[in-house]
């Protein structure tokens, strides 16, 4: 026990401290012994730590009070980057991120989880090594990459499990794979978790109950409850998906289950029923354009799967009472016939007292939630005050 004391990173505080820079604000060294409670030499020590590692920078002066105006200290997030991945069951999108979660370079492509861990993983470690060079910040600058994947993710492993449209991909140790290339912390997350993370931080970050539901070829949902990602005991929470639905008891789900929202209600549903009326409809994409054309079958049908979501919904406005519900999703691009669905349903039976205040949304980070969300909770993760201490 003693040997292994030895090498153990030595607490410095400086971790902590350092969460209180962490939101940009110039902070003097007579600020952070308020906030902290600490002696002056302790917090000028501490600087000297984080100032050594990059992470926090001089930010100029503050206005003098008498003598001479004291420095003052600031959040560098351009210190270290972050890879952040967003795949879904039929594309992929990777950014290069600073530390304060803002893209500084992105690509995406049409790519099919189903292609297998080695094409997909393949991809991500080509392109990202592609977005390090353009940035021109070398695999020493990556502090972390962060992963979202379309399926079950036990997140304490970050092993996929049993995820029913990832053939091939069933406990793949997926940081493992991308660690032996990029050398850096790698954190593995649902897909829609990290959206909900993504969505929250960029636009609803002072609203500590949210929802987010994507709604593409599958369906699930993203819990933030007292200001936090909720992804209960096995990481499985939000899968609303796969929640049953009255009437719905012969429709098969790719889960192996029948009945499930997502086989009524999901994109790839929609495009389905549609196809068998006759419509040029294959994907999501396809009801959307379908939509946006002005055809009313598939405006009706978007708007009933939207009633469909609707009932599930209000059982979790009433389980979990969220200040805002966010559609995201390529579905939810088909204008206002989804939401109004949802509401209509979400309205009429959940109680008042959970609905007087309840706002039914679309995304605002539309596209990005999956990429900010992956880098928010790489971030969270290398600036944690134990991965400081250990850093410096």
């Known amino acids: 026990m003693e040997e292994l004391l030895k090498f153990a990173p030595r607490p410095t505080g400086a971790g902590e401290m350092f969460q209180l820079l962490r939101d940009g604000q110039p902070r003097t060294r007579a600020d952070l012994a308020t906030a902290t409670g600490q002696a002056r030499s302790t917090i000028a020590a501490r600087i000297d ?51 304060a979660s803002q893209v500084l370079a992105e690509t995406d492509a049409p790519l099919s989880i189903a292609e297998g861990p080695d094409t997909v993983l393949g991809w991500v470690v080509e392109n990202g090594d592609k977005l390090l060079a353009a940035a021109e910040r070398d695999e020493g600058e990556l502090a972390g990459v962060g992963v979202g994947l379309p399926g079950p993710v036990e997140h304490s492993t970050g092993h996929p499990i049993m995820p029913p449209i990832m053939p091939a991909w069933d406990d793949v140790d997926v940081p493992g794979i991308l660690r032996r290339h990029f050398d850096a912390p790698v954190l593995v997350d649902n897909d829609v978790n990290i959206m909900a993370l993504g969505e929250h931080r960029a636009a609803w970050r002072t609203i500590d109950n949210l929802l987010f539901v994507k709604v593409a070829t599958g369906i699930g949902s993203g819990i933030i409850a007292d200001g936090a990602l909720r992804r209960g005991a096995q990481g499985a929470a939000g899968d609303l998906g796969h929640v049953a639905v009255a009437g719905a008891e012969g429709a098969p789900c790719r889960c192996g289950n029948v009945g499930c929202l997502e086989a009524i209600a999901s994109g790839q549903a929609v495009a389905e029923r549609l196809a068998a009326e006759g419509l040029d409809a294959h994907r999501s994409a396809d009801v959307v354009r379908l939509v946006r054309s002005g055809d009313l079958a598939a405006s009706a049908a978007v708007r009933q799967a939207g009633r469909d979501i609707g009932t599930v919904l209000a059982a979790c406005v009433s389980m979990l009472n969220p200040s805002v519900i966010v559609i995201g999703g390529i579905l939810a691009e088909a204008g206002e016939h989804l939401i109004a669905g949802i509401r209509e349903v979400v309205y009429r039976r959940s109680l008042p007292l959970a609905t007087q205040h309840l706002r039914i949304v679309t995304s605002q980070t539309r596209g990005e939630a999956g990429v900010l969300g992956a880098s928010a909770m790489a971030v969270d993760h290398v600036l944690s005050p134990a991965s400081i201490d250990a850093l410096i």
Do not use: C, Q, W
């Open 49 to 99: 730590l984080l100032m050594s590692a990059g992470l926090i920078a001089p930010a100029g002066e503050a206005t003098s009070t008498g003598g001479r105006p004291p420095a003052t200290f600031a959040f560098n997030p351009r210190a270290k980057v972050v890879l952040a991945v967003d795949l879904g069951a039929t594309h992929a999108r990777i950014a290069l991120t600073d530390l």
